[in-house]
């Protein structure tokens, strides 16, 4: 009996292309290479970055950190394989102990955006060290440390006055705001004007009670503005450049504020 030939179909390809791109095991397969480890190997894990000005993932890898404050790699460990090969791993807590509640097999992060891959920390430790033993949270206690004194310099910079800086503020001057210490020196921002707006009666009169009536344009309920800010992103690495805002007082208080260039990281130790 001949052997029946079979062509493919388009619909054939395109549920093939599906496939590679959203079955997750076909995409373990396809970065089989890249998961090849030894057991007790220690690894960071990376994902493609957000960008946020195009709203999208980057081409970029960006590397998974131990908290949003302390910007030191998370580290996981080669633990194990199964009959297949197929290998878990555990996170390193902060202790330097293994974690004995999360154990994540490698095939099932979402390979062609996330990936593991070994802790370059561990791989010169491996080339220089004269045998001694691997310390895996020695990054993570210099970059907290880091990390306080940073916050410890911005804080000192932060505006004491917030009534009177919002009441006197004007357009063209620059201010630095961030939920963080951390990185409110990359977060820069431009006053374009200063109008008056309509914030609903409840939160008016938080906003009287709070702050004073200074910020009412008239004492007529028809005419009870309050006043707020609008400006405009001059450098921020999760906003588009000229994006602008308008807010009042008690929405700018929940943020660290300053019009002094705040500290930046040191580029060299966040590596």
């Known amino acids: 009996m001949t052997k029946q030939e079979y062509k493919l179909t388009t619909e054939d390809k395109e549920r093939m292309g599906r496939d590679m791109n ?27 970055a957000f960008d946020y000005k195009s709203n999208k993932l980057s081409d970029k890898w960006e590397t998974e950190t131990v908290s949003f404050t302390n910007n030191a790699p998370k580290k996981y460990m080669y633990v194990f394989e199964n009959e297949l090969n197929v290998g878990y791993v555990r996170p390193i807590n902060v202790n330097g102990k293994l974690s004995e509640k999360i154990l994540m097999c490698i095939a099932d992060i979402n390979h062609g955006h996330e990936r593991f891959t070994l802790d370059p920390e561990y791989v010169d430790h491996i080339v220089l060290s004269d045998n001694e033993e691997f310390d895996p949270q020695i990054e993570y206690r210099n970059r907290k440390a880091d990390s306080q004194a940073l916050k410890n310099k911005n804080k000192k910079l932060l505006i004491k006055d917030l009534v009177g800086w919002f009441n006197s503020v004007k357009p063209g001057d620059k201010f630095w705001l961030s939920s963080t210490l951390t990185d409110i020196g990359g977060c820069e921002f431009e006053v374009i004007d200063t109008p008056y707006k309509d914030c609903g009666e409840w939160e008016r009169n938080i906003i009287r009670e709070q702050y004073g009536k200074i910020f009412e344009r008239g004492q007529n309920a028809m005419d009870n503005h309050v006043r707020s800010i609008a400006y405009k992103v001059v450098n921020n690495p999760y906003l588009t450049k000229g994006k602008t805002f308008q807010e009042h007082i008690r929405h700018l208080a929940y943020y660290h504020i300053t019009t002094q260039q705040p500290f930046l990281e040191d580029p060299l130790a966040a590596k």
């Open 22 to 48: 959203n079955n997750p095991i076909m995409r373990f397969l396809q970065n089989r290479d890249e998961n090849i480890f030894n057991v007790g190997d220690i690894l960071v894990k990376q994902s493609n």
